[in-house]
């Protein structure tokens, strides 16, 4: 399975709290919600058209706890819950012992070995929705085959970031980009390694 991250961010990086004002206030944050207002028809039927693409996925705790107690317990037919609650579910935690959504499977020993033995299953996409430290850690361990980032037309200014001030330097190949109604935006990258520098400093010409 190729392994994909789908991701909604601001435009100056800040992927916490998107959805709701209370969703995620660790650390003093106090912005929450401030993707609500931006989606519209095209944006919604391409996410739904990316849970539909799943084989299965994979969580870190914080957002397996949160869509758990959200999607987990509905059973209407929206694309997305229907996606969620008939596919595996994997989660990377030390801590969660008794998950209660069904089909869920903890990987809390090796979690890079564990990862790749599901890359290794025949099928599409194993797929990362929100988990950011789960996100990081996996572009830290070149995990990540292809990153979907959403990108809200808003700077917020204070909270997580998808990509922290130090990290790894990774180059992006871009496979597709487009607009959506309301202003947001998709970029679909695929990591292809290190970037390219500059090797010397070009000489000033008298």
Known sequence: MKLTTTTQVSVDG?????????????????RGGWAMGHPDDEAMRFIYEVYQRADAFLFGRRTYELFSGYWGVRADINPIAAALNTRPKYVAST?????Q??????????????VGELKGKPGGELQVHGSGTLTRWLLDND????MN?????????????????????IALDLLDSRAFPKGGT?????????????????????
């Open 14 to 30: 800040v992927m916490q709290g998107p959805g709701d004002r209370d969703e995620d206030r660790s650390c003093g944050f106090e």
């Open 149 to 169: 980032l959403l990108i809200v037309p808003v700077v917020v200014g204070q909270g997580t970031r998808l990509f922290p001030d130090t990290g790894p330097d």
């Open 95 to 99: 801590t969660l012992t008794d998950p």
């Open 101 to 114: 959504w069904a089909d869920t499977t903890v990987l809390s020993g090796d979690v890079a070995a564990a």
């Open 186 to 206: 998709l970029q679909v990258y695929r990591p292809t390694g290190y970037p390219q520098y500059a090797t010397a400093t070009a000489e000033l010409k008298a």
């Open 143 to 146: 995990l990540v085959d292809e």
